[in-house]
């Protein structure tokens, strides 16, 4: 290699010197003509580098999302979607009071169906049984829970009903150590 | 007596900054619900009598054409106010009792005392809910 880098500089060197006469002469009606014959200088190519990886992008690759999006099943949000129902008191004022009362019931009723599912119910029951018959039954139930984030999504007035749809999302990363723990 | 004018500067910079302070209130909100039927709903709004070591959090525009009441837009916006504080915490109690097959229930909602301040600007009145810092 550096025999050959050797011989290529003095290759060029002579051609140099050689070059700055032959243009004089050349200028001067060209009275000798010099031949330089090529030079041929062969260089080995460098090795070829291996394919770069970054480049290249499989149909494989495009279909899977990024590494920061794999999440397994259990840390989707859960979304938890309610209907409340409420109805106008019958003494109103006014079809807008009615209204406004019957969705301020109906979104009291989908609060307590969202605490019902995210919080859970407290049960308490008892029957009373006399010579076989059933004289006395009560069951009650209890919630109480705070919610916050939840959405309504629609509202609809119909025939003195109002039916309110909510909807609550919940971020298992947050709280699956709660959930999982009841 | 030639600190009259300096005197009279202070007090007018403090007149001025004071008129530019926000105001923040306590607002608190009950409905009890029998039967899906509303019974009763209470809806306190007060001025904060000390001041509260709070940051702004979220924040809703009300359009209050030329009105600087607040009780009235409150009650102008009352629906619109409600939603969006309910949204940052709602307490949720119910008590249903089914009694030989009847069944009657007590909802009640709260939104807990929150702490808001109310600027004016351009027609719109704006209600940032205050967290309170530890």
Not at chain 1, 12 to 28: H, K, N
Not at chain 1, 74 to 94: D, E, L
Not at chain 1, 119 to 133: A, C, F, L, P
């Amino acid at each position: 290699m550096k025999k050959i880098l050797v011989i290529s500089a003095l290759l060029s060197a002579v051609l140099m010197a050689e070059e700055a006469p032959a243009q004089e002469v050349f200028e001067a009606d060209q009275p000798n003509v010099v031949v330089v014959e090529p030079v041929v200088v062969t260089v080995p190519a460098p090795a070829p580098e291996p394919a770069a990886h970054e480049g290249q992008v499989c149909p494989q690759d495009m279909q899977e999302p990024p590494h920061s999006a794999k999440r397994p099943d259990s840390y989707k949000k859960i979304r938890i979607n309610v209907t409340g129902q409420g109805v106008a008191p019958t003494m109103t004022s006014s079809p807008a009071q009615a209204y406004a009362l019957a969705k301020r019931a109906a979104i009291a009723d989908a609060y307590r169906l969202l605490a019902e599912k995210v919080k859970g119910v407290r049960i308490e029951g008892s029957d009373k049984i006399k010579n076989m018959m059933v004289q006395r039954s009560e069951v009650r139930t209890f919630v109480d829970a705070v919610i916050a984030e939840a959405e309504i999504i629609e509202t609809v007035f119909q025939d003195g009903l109002c039916e309110v749809e909510m909807e609550l999302n919940i971020d298992p990363k947050q709280w699956h150590s709660i959930l999982a723990s009841r | 007596m030639r600190k009259r004018p300096y005197l009279a500067f202070f007090l007018i910079f403090f007149l001025a900054s004071g008129l530019e302070a926000t105001q923040t209130y306590i607002l608190s909100y009950r409905a009890q619900v029998k039967n899906a039927v509303v019974i009763s709903e209470s809806f306190h709004l007060t001025e904060s009598m000390k001041e509260v070591h709070a940051h702004p959090a979220q924040k809703l525009e009300i359009n209050a054409s030329n009105e600087t009441d607040l009780q009235k837009i409150l009650e102008k916006n009352r629906d619109e106010i409600l939603e969006f504080l309910m949204k940052y915490g709602t307490h949720t109690r119910s008590h249903e009792k089914v009694f030989n097959n009847k069944s009657s229930s007590l909802v009640s909602i709260t939104i807990p005392p929150t702490y808001i301040t109310v600027d004016f600007k351009n027609d719109y009145a704006i209600i940032t809910r205050l967290i309170l810092q530890d």
